[in-house]
């Protein structure tokens, strides 16, 4: 069975900071890419990172570059996003997903396993 968790979510001042982690397991793990995406009432499922297998390719939304930062540990089959200087328009219900080939990264379409996801509340 193909399992992501995500924790970490929660409530947090504007300019404070936060760490998400995702736990794989089953099919959704040992893919080779990885990603959060986030999403507010009303509006699409965003992008928001991606990484690679061996870490070595990151990409990020230009929202959050410079502020956010993605890695994994495989032995662990764990996600992580770092979240700092976070701002009220961070504010999102943040979902782990997971795919095996790089087509489309930043396209949620193209992601095969999904997490429940976790809400991030940023007052300011």
């Known amino acids: 069975q193909a399992q992501l968790v995500e924790s970490g979510g929660g409530l947090v001042q504007a300019g404070g900071s936060l760490r998400l982690s995702c736990a794989a397991s089953g099919r959704a793990s040992n893919n080779n890419y990885m990603g959060w995406f986030r999403q507010v009432p009303g509006k699409e499922r965003e992008f928001v990172a991606a990484i690679n297998w061996s870490s070595t390719n990151t990409y990020y939304a230009d929202s959050v570059k410079g502020r956010f930062t993605i890695s994994r540990d495989n032995a662990k089959n764990a996600l992580y996003l770092q979240m700092n200087s976070l701002k009220p328009e961070d504010t999102a219900v943040y979902y782990c997903?997971?795919?095996?080939?790089?087509?489309?990264?930043?396209?949620?379409?193209?992601?095969?396993?999904w997490g429940q996801g976790t809400q991030v509340t940023v007052s300011s």
């Open positions: 997903a997971a795919k095996q080939y790089s087509g489309g990264i930043y396209y949620q379409h193209t992601y095969d396993y």
